[in-house]
């Protein structure tokens, strides 16, 4: 069976799609990257074409020969599917001739159970302190019932604000080998290649005042939250989305509720200043409601999407079902280059399975990949992953969220992370 080589970063499945399909602007880089090229070095290259066609945001700093990587196994099955990506990072390390020191610390629930809050001072120290941050994922019903500053979300977004990692950017992208994991007809979603750009630090999420009040005269309670987006949020976000769009299809659409939503009034308005920066990309506006259908009815007809914290959580765990599983998906949260990036699952901690070795390793794997890309300049070392992932998927090994009915017809039987590992490491060392 061909091997396809998938790039996750850029989205791209080059042996179907051609080389040079969708590379644009090999030269550009956008607001992130621009900054994390001159914290780094000044000279790092987009060298080849099939480089620039995977760039998305070129982030990478400097080659070194060892790097220190923050990892954050967090809670359910962040420790098994963390421990995987360990063993397949160090084994191209080792390919590539250079090492990673991983500093494992606690975030989440396991950081509660620990320390008793969810982000550690000395958690969030560790991380800026290092090249690069791998986070597998964390939460779980054990700490759903603490007040909400104490619950392993806030975690999450500490690290987030942290690190000010205001971009997050989610691939999703079919994969030949999965397209019958998909629930929707194969011939919507073979070729579906999608970035989704999503602002990370403002938004709902953030925005004051907000609480759980009870009110004396109408003798109940209410709750509120504020959807604020000052105007320097929107630009630098649109700005990615923009620089990202170029570097793939040229084609952005930013998903707002500006019929309804003053908040989305101002973030149209802006991300409609910001295209006569970039007048070699294609803007279009959808509302979010429409937007959510389309992406069902056909996801084919998006290239990158750029919106907001609330809206691009649920857009981007909608396209990701688009491909099948969210046991493959990665996902990269960038800041202004001042400092490391975060890489993580899209999935949560799937307290369901956890323990149980059921869960799907790759989407930690291929954060792993877009984590030598992006924070640590070994795009080959990168390539090689993604690589090994499609080999691995070609000989028909699969977890059980991707055995797909005709493999199930054959008596393929699932494997569990540890194994799914295994065949990870063994195709690297081949
Ligand atoms: N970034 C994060 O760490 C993050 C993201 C989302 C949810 N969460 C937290 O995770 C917990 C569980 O949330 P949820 O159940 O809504 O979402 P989830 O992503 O954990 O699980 C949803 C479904 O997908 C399956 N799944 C997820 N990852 C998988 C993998 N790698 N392999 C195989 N199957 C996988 C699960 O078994 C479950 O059936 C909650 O506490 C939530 O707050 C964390």
């Excluded at 420790?79 to 990673?100: C, Q, W, Y």
């Excluded at 494992?104 to 941050?133: Q, R």
């Excluded at 603490?146 to 987030?160: A, F, Q, T």
Aim: charged share 25%; glycine share 10%.
């Amino acid at each position: 069976m061909a091997l396809f080589v998938v790039s996750w970063l850029a989205g791209r499945v080059d042996a179907r799609a051609g080389s040079s399909a969708r590379a644009r602007g090999a030269g550009e880089c956008g607001a992130a990257a621009c900054a994390g090229r001159s914290r780094r070095n000044a000279s790092v290259r987009p060298s080849s074409r099939a480089r620039a066609a995977r760039s998305v945001v070129m982030m990478a700093g400097a080659k070194k020969s060892a790097y220190k990587v923050a990892l954050l196994p967090g809670d359910g099955i962040g420790p098994e599917i963390s421990a995987v990506t360990v063993d397949v990072l160090n084994g191209v390390a080792r390919k590539f001739g250079f090492s990673i020191d991983f500093q494992e610390a606690p975030v989440g629930g396991a950081a509660i159970d620990a320390t008793g809050v969810p982000l550690p001072d000395s958690t969030l120290e560790l991380c800026k302190s290092s090249d690069s941050v791998l986070l597998a994922c964390i939460g779980g019903p054990k700490w759903d019932n603490l007040e909400r500053h104490l619950r392993p979300e806030s975690g999450l977004l500490g690290l987030r604000k942290g690190l000010g990692l205001f971009a997050n950017l989610r691939p999703a992208m079919t994969v030949p080998q999965l397209l019958e994991a998909s629930s929707l007809k194969p011939e919507v979603v073979d070729g579906v290649n999608i970035m989704v750009v999503r602002e990370l630090t403002g938004d709902v999420y953030f925005g004051t005042p907000k609480g759980i009040e009870y009110d004396e005269e109408r003798k109940e309670r209410k709750g509120f939250s504020n959807m604020i987006y000052w105007e320097h949020e929107v630009d630098r976000i649109a700005r990615v989305g923009f620089e990202t769009a170029r570097k793939r299809g040229g084609k952005l659409c930013s998903v707002d509720k500006a019929n309804v939503l003053d908040v989305s009034q101002l973030w149209r308005e802006r991300v409609t200043e910001i295209s006569k920066e970039y007048s070699d990309v294609e803007l279009s506006h959808m509302y979010v409601d429409n937007c959510a259908m389309q992406l069902v009815r056909w996801p084919k007809q998006f290239d990158t999407i750029v919106t907001g914290n609330m809206f691009g959580d649920i857009l981007s765990d909608q396209a990701s079902m688009l491909v099948g599983s969210l046991g493959m998906l990665p996902s990269a949260s960038l800041g202004d280059g001042s400092g490391p990036g975060m890489f993580e699952p899209v999935h949560g901690s799937a307290p369901d399975i956890a323990g149980k070795d059921l869960a799907n390793p790759i989407a930690c794997v291929l954060s792993g990949a877009m984590m030598l890309r992006y924070d640590l300049d070994q795009a080959e070392a990168a390539d090689f992953i993604e690589q090994t992932v499609n080999a691995v998927l070609d000989k028909g090994i699969r977890t059980s969220d991707i055995l797909s009915n005709d493999l199930k017809a054959k008596n393929i039987e699932a494997v569990g992370c540890k194994a799914m590992g295994a065949a990870l490491v063994e195709q690297l060392s081949k």
